[in-house]
T-cell receptor
Framework: SQQGEEDPQALSIQEGENATMNCSYK?????LQWYRQNSGRGLVHLIL?????REKHSGRLRVTLDTSKKSSSLLITASRAADTASYFC????????????FGKGTKLTVNP | ETGVTQTPRHLVMGMTNKKSLKCEQH?????MYWYKQSAKKPLELMFV???????ENNSVPSRFSPECPNSSHLFLHLHTLQPEDSALYLC??????????FGSGTQLSVL
């Protein structure tokens, strides 16, 4: 399976601190995406990074991709209470059906 | 607001009931998905439709029956469900840029 696995499963930090979440996967990919989900709601796309990219930024988000280690990280800088949510990585296998496969997610709590 | 609307938001049904979940998107996307999200499990892909044709059925039991009458609408018909089918059912659509746009989901409880 090329399922992404997020680490840690849960993370609790104070407002203003940085949050780092990691994702590992098993097979070669075309791209890796990060999504956010507020409790009981749908997922919202955050950022997509392609297999030939190493780093991408979007506002307070920074995503890195290391294809040699089959891993990615999502960094949220200067966190806010509103960042409290679950964060998921999703991968699509190169040469596969191109469907996205999601991990179990990291539950982030930002305390005010 | 992602542009994908799911109804109803909540549904409680008995094991002998028949109900349908509805998903609608007006983003011009040609691919639509049904996912199941249970507690402490990864998101499970159920069905994929591309240009109204089913392209993926991820070994889903026949008590779940999808229908895609056009590229903007997707249904999930439910009958004789089991309590373990209780979950959040998410619809998503996808355009050419590979991102998925999700609805808010239907929280289903089977009694």
């Amino acid at each position: 399976s090329q399922q992404g696995e997020e680490d840690p499963q849960a993370l609790s930090i104070q407002e203003g601190e940085n949050a780092t979440m990691n994702c590992s996967y098993k097979t070669s990919i075309n791209n890796l995406q990060w999504y956010r989900q507020n409790s009981g709601r749908g997922l919202v796309h955050l950022i997509l990074i392609r297999s030939n990219e190493r780093e991408k930024h979007s506002g307070r988000l920074r995503v890195t991709l290391d294809t040699s280690k089959k891993s990615s990280s999502l960094l949220i800088t200067a966190s806010r209470a509103a960042d409290t949510a679950s964060y998921f990585c999703a991968t699509d296998a190169r040469g596969g059906s191109e469907k996205l496969v999601f991990g179990k997610g990291t539950k982030l709590t930002v305390n005010p | 607001e992602t542009g994908v609307t799911q109804t109803p938001r909540h549904l409680v049904m008995g094991m002998t009931n028949k109900k349908s979940l509805k998903c609608e998107q007006h983003l011009g996307h040609n691919a639509m998905y049904w996912y199941k999200q249970s507690a402490k499990k990864p998101l499970e892909l159920m069905f994929v439709y591309n240009f109204k044709e089913q392209t993926e059925n991820n070994s889903v039991p026949s008590r779940f029956s999808p229908e895609c009458p056009n590229s903007s609408h997707l249904f999930l018909h439910l009958h004789t469900l089991q309590p373990e089918d209780s979950a959040l059912y998410l619809c998503a659509s996808q355009g050419n840029n590979e991102k998925l746009f999700f609805g808010s989901g239907t929280q289903l409880s089977v009694l």
